[in-house]
């Protein structure tokens, strides 16, 4: 027997019971726990991480005028015909956007991971949690490279989470005084 909707004044409805209202309710009930744990959190940001890689890719490769990667040619690539340029072109955009994509994702589910972790681990929400959690995933990134790196990995990644944070929090504080849209 599955169950559905908690109800504080008795026992629990079994999941047929309920009405179309109440399994609706239920279901948004459960998507926005997944959303606010950190499995769901660093699965969203990953996701989108991966979304926003791609874009940035794409947009970076149609900017770029070096040859495309993994082309042996010596001549220059305007020698071709159109054809077999817009064939390298395009295969070269979508490397170019894989390879951001897989980047960006993988820092968006490392970074939201940790941060969620150490939020849970310290049980508040403040600005700290981003900058030990920038710092962490910049020396995590980079650590291959030997400390020196990873130190400044981890400086470079919290110095940009600090800056991201104190920026998106600046919205939700009072205006300044000088405001005058009164």
């Given amino acids: 027997m599955v169950f559905g909707v908690y109800n504080p004044s008795g026992p629990q409805k079994p999941l047929d019971q309920l009405t179309q209202e109440e399994q609706a309710e239920l279901g948004a009930q459960k998507m926005i726990e997944f959303m606010q744990s950190c499995p769901g959190k660093t699965i969203m940001a990953g996701g989108s991480g991966f979304l926003l890689g791609g874009f940035f890719g794409l947009f970076m490769a149609s900017m770029a005028y070096d040859v495309p990667t993994g082309t042996n040619a010596v001549s220059h690539i305007s020698e071709l015909p159109f054809k077999q340029q817009m064939k390298i072109q395009f295969s070269d955009m979508a490397k170019r956007s894989w390879s951001s994509a897989k980047n960006f994702g993988y820092i968006?589910?490392?970074?939201?991971?940790?941060?969620?972790?150490?939020?849970?681990?310290?049980?508040?929400?403040?600005?700290?949690?981003?900058?030990?959690?920038?710092?962490?995933?910049?020396?995590?990134?980079?650590?291959?490279?030997?400390?020196?790196?990873a130190f400044i990995g981890c400086a470079g990644f919290a110095a940009f989470s600090t800056a991201i944070d104190l920026y998106l929090r600046s919205d939700s504080a009072a205006p300044p005084a000088n405001d005058y849209d009164d």
Wanted: net charge neutral.
């Fill in 108 to 149: 968006g589910m490392v970074y939201s991971g940790v941060e969620c972790s150490i939020e849970s681990l310290r049980a508040k929400h403040d600005i700290y949690n981003g900058v030990a959690a920038g710092c962490i995933t910049g020396a995590g990134l980079s650590i291959k490279a030997g400390p020196q790196a």
